[in-house]
T-cell receptor, first 115, second 113 residues
């Protein structure tokens, strides 16, 4: 049963520290998405990649957030420096639109708390 | 641009009641439509989908029909269980930007025994 995996599942850190979240997309999927979910803002798209190239990162605060895909099996989202307002659940999702199937498959999320 | 509007919750029901969650959309072209479900503490799971007008998606007793004339994709279940308590998201993909999804705001459903 192919799944998207994310690590860590929970992270508590102090303001100013660097945070790195990792995502392993479903093997063979060529598009990867990063979302942030909060009670106030709901689900927000931060960035997405196709074939490891960033297509759109307009939803991401550029000064502190960065997203990369070092290889096809790993996507990373970094926050440096972290701030309390970054506290949220961060989801990764993957898909394969070239098949004509546009659904995305979500990971379990990383719950980030910045104190 | 694309947008999805779904009824605000929470929706509180008794077990075995009928559930409807309304969803309407605005999109260019012929989008694919989805319902996702999020159980407490988990990620979003694809519940069902429909890719063209008049298609009916179904899964786990849930159904939704793609109505192009009313630009709607309402979710229904005839007899809910406590285990259906979750947040439900309607979404669309126009396909123009790969499989970028536009989500509704989510509807929380609470089923009481």
């Amino acid at each position: 049963d192919a799944r998207v995996t994310q690590t860590p599942r929970h992270k508590v850190t102090e303001m100013g520290q660097e945070v790195t979240m990792r995502c392993q997309p479903i093997l063979g999927h060529n598009t990867v998405f990063w979302y942030r979910q909060t009670m106030m803002q709901g689900l927000e798209l931060l960035a997405y990649f196709r074939n490891r190239a960033p297509l759109d990162d307009s939803g991401m605060p550029k000064d502190r957030f960065s997203a990369e895909m070092p290889d096809a099996t790993l996507a990373t989202l970094k926050i440096q420096p972290s701030e309390p307002r970054d506290s949220a659940v961060y989801f990764c999702a993957s898909g394969l639109p070239s098949t004509g199937r546009y659904e995305q498959y979500f990971g379990p999320g990383t719950r980030l708390t910045v104190t | 641009g694309n947008s999805v509007t779904q009824m605000e919750g929470p929706v509180t029901l008794s077990e075995e009641a009928f559930l409807t969650i309304n969803c309407t959309y605005t999109a260019t072209g012929y989008p694919s439509l989805f319902w996702y479900v999020q159980y407490p503490g988990e990620g979003l799971q694809l519940l069902l989908k429909a890719t063209k007008a008049d298609d009916k998606g179904s899964n786990k007793g849930f159904e939704a029909t793609y109505r192009k004339e009313t630009t709607s994709f309402h979710l229904e279940k005839g007899s809910v269980q406590v285990s259906d308590s979750a947040v439900y998201f309607c979404a669309l993909s126009s396909g123009a930007a790969g499989n970028k999804l536009t989500f509704g705001g989510g509807t929380r459903v609470l089923v009481k025994p």
